[in-house]
Nanobody
Framework: QVQLVESGGGLVQAGGSLRLSCAASGRTFSSYAMGWFRQAPGNEREFVAAINRSGGLTYYAGSVKGRFIISRDNAKNTVYLQMNSLKPEDTGVYYC?????????????????????WGQGTQVTVSS
């Protein structure tokens, strides 16, 4: 089992940047493909980005591709989400998730029900 704790959320103006972190503890972090999801009030949880175990392959939702970058540091047991050119529609609670069976890229890695482990979330608010 792995425990996940997100940090780095906050309030930022449109066009600004934030970097989210997700620290993992427990079993071997490098065994897990990792993903970031977000949820706005009244909306379903939606996929943002995923990364494979080594960090060499990534997968993005179309709405964030070219603006967000997912990365991981297995030595620090941490996955990151660098968010640039933020828009008000990026507002929501951001969650990191992990799973030992996923690849970290491809359609399965974009489905929240495929992930076994979740953090508690961190709020990101983008003002216009």
């Amino acid at each position: 089992q792995v425990q996940l704790v997100e940090s780095g959320g906050g309030l930022v103006q449109a066009g600004g940047s934030l970097r989210l972190s997700c620290a993992a503890s427990g079993r071997t972090f490098s065994s897990y493909a990792m993903g970031w999801f977000r949820q706005a009030p009244g909306n379903e949880r939606e996929f943002v980005a995923a990364i494979n175990r080594s960090g060499g392959l990534t997968y993005y939702a179309g709405s964030v591709k070219g603006r967000f970058i997912i990365s991981r540091d297995n030595a620090k047991n941490t996955v990151y989400l660098q968010m640039n050119s933020l828009k008000p529609e990026d507002t929501g609670v951001y969650y990191c998730a992990g799973d030992e069976t996923l690849l970290g890229y491809g359609s399965r890695s974009g489905r929240p029900d495929e992930y076994d482990y979740w953090g508690q979330g961190t709020q990101v608010t983008v003002s216009s």
